[in-house]
Nanobody
Framework: EVQLVESGGGLVQPGGSLRLSCAAS????????MNWVRQAPGKGLQWIST????????SYADSVKGRFTISRDNSKKTVYLQMNSLNPEDTAVYFC?????????WGKGTQVTVSS
């Protein structure tokens, strides 16, 4: 059974940092592209970042470029999202998503709230 479990969310002040983790099981993690997607209150899903299966290629949405960094550790079957310089517009539920051959598998998400 494919499982993706996000962690690391919470309440942080503007300008602060958080590191999200997504632990994978039940599939060949190292062969999947991994993504972070978020959903702000009352809004639709927004793609944030993607990392290739080996980690050599990374891409980011313009809204987070220069502030967020995606990484992965295939030995630990975990993908990370380092988030710096957070602002209230980053408040959202953050989901990790595994992608391979047209198939997507989703985690249940972790809440990030940026507020003073």
């Amino acid at each position: 059974e494919v499982q993706l479990v996000e962690s690391g969310g919470g309440l942080v002040q503007p300008g602060g940092s958080l590191r999200l983790s997504c632990a994978a099981s039940g599939f060949t993690f190292s062969s999947y592209y991994m993504n972070w997607v978020r959903q702000a209150p009352g809004k639709g899903l927004q793609w944030i970042s993607t990392i290739s299966s080996g980690g050599s290629m990374r891409s980011y949405a313009d809204s987070v470029k220069g502030r967020f960094t995606i990484s992965r550790d295939n030995s630990k079957k975990t993908v990370y999202l380092q988030m710096n310089s957070l602002n209230p517009e980053d408040t959202a539920v953050y989901f990790c998503k595994g992608s391979k051959g047209g198939r997507d598998d989703w985690g249940k998400g972790t809440q990030v709230t940026v507020s003073s």
